[in-house]
């Protein structure tokens, strides 16, 4: 029988197909081009010979060894139809005896899918009709389940995909195995990683086999093993050459024949390895740090809101007197910390700075470095402050000890000046270089920062002043449960007005709950549903969306269509008990009596402190849930910025020079700059960009902290204890629940019952709604006063954060216990079949 679970093996065909039957479904008309040799082949005809057979002839055109053999191209596949004379031929040619046949679908080793496994190889098949029967076991395996689920997770069309097969001499392999050109658990690109056994490759690929596992840096390889130092010193000489030539990291398969000759049997991107730092011109290993944890975002970013962000990034830091790298690693937003990781003046304070938004896993990141040799501190002349730092710290400190005296007065500020901005009267110029002017202009926007960005600070300083003042009083989980139910915050605030948004909607219930999100966001835009107050809602906070502070991301106002997914949550809240305003309220009054009860305990203790630990506390209260109120003012200069841009791109749509309006997002001002007044066509790079955009978001983790070769410093770090039932994270809100855990990686179609568990990679304010229904939140990044902690807390939901692979560990179904307290996530009972 043909083995179809995807290992290469020997095997008999006889059973599968007989005789006469054979003959009669394999019709040998030969039409086309059916069958090339591999030396014939050009790479750039994929679509033709697959992706296996490209590679292969990129091979042999590089002049690399490579073993003689031929392909049946996609045309055949495509008519249903064997070539057999055509491979008859070919077999002959290649002198009959054992051969390899291996599938080689369009689909397959592409820069972002290698398909490893997915399809059929078969080793060692001998004569004509063992051949033909392998071939069409290869036809076949492009319609296998675990292909078809492949390309599904891959974004491959299934339609679009051929099926191509390659047949090759076997080698008589004395040893073979697979080279890394850069090691893929860590990503290091100045490492090679080798996985050798002896005879044939299979058990290696496979995993069958323990192999011998070897790490190449560039000294001398230890003696150990199946392979001798020479041959290591070979195959790493080999995939930098390849490296260097193909332009990519490589996935090669290798042998050694009995003769001691290598062979390459394959050689394709790897596709697991997160892109690397771009060059930098300073000396020695740099450190990044990636800024898309703090907003609670790990989708990338297209390229407009990437250079917005990166200007918005240096300002603020600027007007600190701070100087940050920023740059941009597969979409994301880096920094580079390593000034202040080698600075001694900093170095120390450096672990402390990043628990207030990058969280414990950026922590144990600089904690681990500060140890590491090659980041040791560096004497430097002492510097002076700049002038942007003179300026801004008596600014500080005036605003803050205003905000700390009268908080309310400072909340009445901030709030004034949003709606302020919400009322501000926009006008946009007609002409489209006028246009862009104004979004080129980043000091157009017109925020006055002093009125929010002191009362903000106050909240997040005095709220990080808690911990050590209450050391020795209370624990952690207490304290989160005195910044559970904080009022002031205008993302709560938002949340709790769609609730009520929802219950104006009960009448509608049947149809909310039935009618697909889409269409009723179509319906809601065409002005033919009924006024639910979704009309005033998206008045007031139309400007959000998840990953929000990205200018390409479509706002709520423009496509409303996750809000009525929130909405069709809300409507499934049946108990009184949880409804959100009735949980925050619970959160409210379980804050205030700790509170009371920790201003009592620090009394008894030192009635200095306990008076401090009282005006703090309340301070807290007052202030902290300020601290979403920065980033919803500067939504509203996103907003305008988005709205030009699109006005901008409909307009280079209607000459030709765009496909789509929101193509803008995906270039850079200076290019759109060259489009605008030189007419340059740029649909190509665009569509590149999107694609590449397209696969980044598939992409399921993002290193929180990068090194300059590319190395996840986060696989350096010792291993968390867990085990298969219980998951370490950090607690970030109080309390515990019990529920089934429903995972979710996208929050615009996401359908959470009352009381399961969101389990998510991260969340920004865009997710937020989510939390009225959820008993509890689990995330696989975060800090504690991040914004998806805060708003777990102010609803009273216990929350555990920074669970290592909490996604794919957990299973939507799976009744689990969150536990704020102890940080940890219990898996309690398996996904129900029922």
Not at 163 to 188: C, H, I, K, W, Y
Not at 228 to 249: K, Q, S
Not at 810 to 829: K, M, N, S
Request: aromatic residues 4%; negative net charge.
């Amino acid at each position: 029988m043909v083995d179809l679970a995807g290992h290469a093996s020997h095997f008999t065909l006889r059973s599968y197909c007989q005789g006469d039957t054979l003959q009669s479904y394999w019709k040998t008309e030969v039409v086309g081009m059916d069958v090339l040799e591999l030396a014939a082949i050009d790479p750039a005809q994929r679509d033709l010979v697959g992706g296996k057979a490209a590679g292969l002839a990129a091979l042999i055109h590089l002049g690399e060894r490579v073993p003689d053999g031929f392909c049946v191209t996609t045309a055949a596949h495509q008519r249903g139809e064997m070539p057999r004379d055509e491979v008859l031929a070919a077999y002959d040619r290649l002198g009959g005896g054992p051969v390899a046949v291996r599938s080689s679908a369009t689909a397959e080793d592409l820069p972002d899918a290698s398909f490893a496994g997915q399809q059929d190889t078969y080793l060692s098949v001998t004569g004509i009709e063992e051949l033909l029967k392998a071939i069409h076991a290869c036809w076949d395996s492009l319609h296998s389940y675990r292909a078809t689920a492949y390309r599904e997770a891959a974004g491959v069309a299934h339609e679009s995909a051929r099926m191509a097969v390659v047949v090759q001499r076997m080698v008589d392999a004395e040893v073979a195995g697979v080279l890394f050109t850069a090691n893929p658990l860590t990503g290091s690109r100045s490492q090679a990683v080798v996985n050798a056994a002896p005879g044939l490759g299979t058990a290696v690929v496979d995993g069958t086999t323990v192999a011998d596992h070897y790490v190449l840096d560039g000294t001398e390889p230890a003696e150990h093993g199946c392979l001798t130092p020479v041959r290591l010193t070979e195959l790493r000489e080999v995939g930098m050459r390849l490296h260097h030539r193909l332009g990519a990291e490589q996935d090669i398969e290798w042998a050694y024949d009995r003769d001691g000759t290598l062979w390459l049997l394959q050689s394709r991107p790897i596709t697991t390895l997160f892109p690397a730092p771009p060059p930098s011109t300073k000396p020695g290993p740099r450190l990044y740090v990636e800024f898309g944890h703090v907003q609670g975002m790990l989708q990338p970013t297209t390229p407009m809101g990437m250079s917005t962000l990166k200007s918005m990034l240096a300002g603020m830091l600027a007007s600190f007197g701070l100087t940050v790298e920023i740059v941009d690693i597969g979409g994301r937003l880096y920094g580079d910390l390593t000034d202040a990781l080698r600075d001694p003046s900093t170095r120390q304070r450096l672990v402390k700075l990043m628990a207030v938004d990058f969280g414990p896993r950026a922590q144990a990141v600089v904690a681990h470095l500060l140890n590491d040799p090659r980041f040791a501190p560096e004497k430097r002349a002492r510097r002076r402050p700049s002038a942007a730092a003179l300026t801004t710290a008596p600014k500080a400190v005036a605003g803050i000890l205003r905000a700390l005296a009268r908080p309310a007065a400072a909340r009445a500020r901030v709030f004034g000046e949003i709606e302020r901005l919400r009322e501000h009267p926009v006008a946009d110029p007609p002409a489209v270089a006028d246009l862009l002017d104004l979004v080129e202009d980043a000091t157009h926007a017109p925020t006055r920062l002093d009125r929010i960005t002191w009362p903000v600070v106050s909240g997040l300083l005095v709220s990080a002043a808690l911990p050590p003042l209450l050391k020795g009083i209370a624990s952690d989980d207490e304290i989160h449960t005195v910044l559970g139910g904080m009022p002031h915050n205008v993302t709560i605030e938002m949340d709790l007005a769609l609730w009520q948004v929802a219950q104006r909607a009960t009448p509608y219930r049947e149809i909310l709950l039935h009618t697909p999100p889409d269409n009723l966001a179509a319906a809601h835009l065409a002005g033919e549903l009924p006024d639910i107050g979704l009309s005033t809602f998206l008045d007031s906070y139309g400007h959000r969306s998840a990953a929000e502070v990205d200018v390409g991301v479509p706002r709520w106002s423009e496509d409303p269509t996750p809000v009525f997914t929130m909405l069709a949550n809300y409507l499934r809240v049946t108990d009184p008990e949880q409804a959100p305003d009735r949980r925050f309220q619970h959160a409210v009054a379980r804050a205030e009596a700790m509170l009371a009860q920790l201003t009592q305990r620090a009394r008894r203790k030192q009635p200095v402190r306990g008076r401090l630990t009282g005006f703090l506390l309340r301070r807290s209260r007052e202030l902290t849930g300020l601290r979403e109120a920065g980033k919803f003012a500067g939504l509203y200069a996103l907003r305008d910025r988005r709205r030009r841009l699109l006005l901008i791109g409909a307009e280079l749509e209607a000459d030709g020079h765009l496909e789509h309006a929101d193509d803008v997002m995906f270039l850079t001002l200076p290019e759109l700059r060259t489009a605008v007044q030189h007419g340059h066509d740029l649909r190509e790079v665009i569509t590149g960009r999107r694609s590449a955009y397209t696969r980044e978001l598939r992409r399921r983790t993002v290193p929180v902290a990068l090194l300059s070769d590319g190395t996840d410093v986060e696989t350096l770090l010792p291993a968390r204890a867990s085990d298969r039932h219980t998951l370490t994270g950090t607690g970030a809100a109080s309390g515990r629940a019990t529920g089934r855990a429903r995972v979710v990686r996208n929050p615009a179609n996401a359908s959470i019952e009352p009381g399961e568990i969101l389990v998510a990679p991260t969340t920004d304010p865009g997710w937020t709604p989510l939390f009225l229904t959820a008993g509890g939140l689990v995330t696989e990044t975060g800090a504690v006063m991040a914004h998806g902690p805060t708003v777990a807390r102010e609803y009273g939901i216990p929350a555990v954060i920074c669970v290592p692979g909490a996604t794919e560990r957990i299973r939507t179904g799976q009744l689990i216990t969150v536990d704020g307290a102890t940080g940890t996530v219990t898996i309690d009972q398996p996904v129900t079949t029922d």
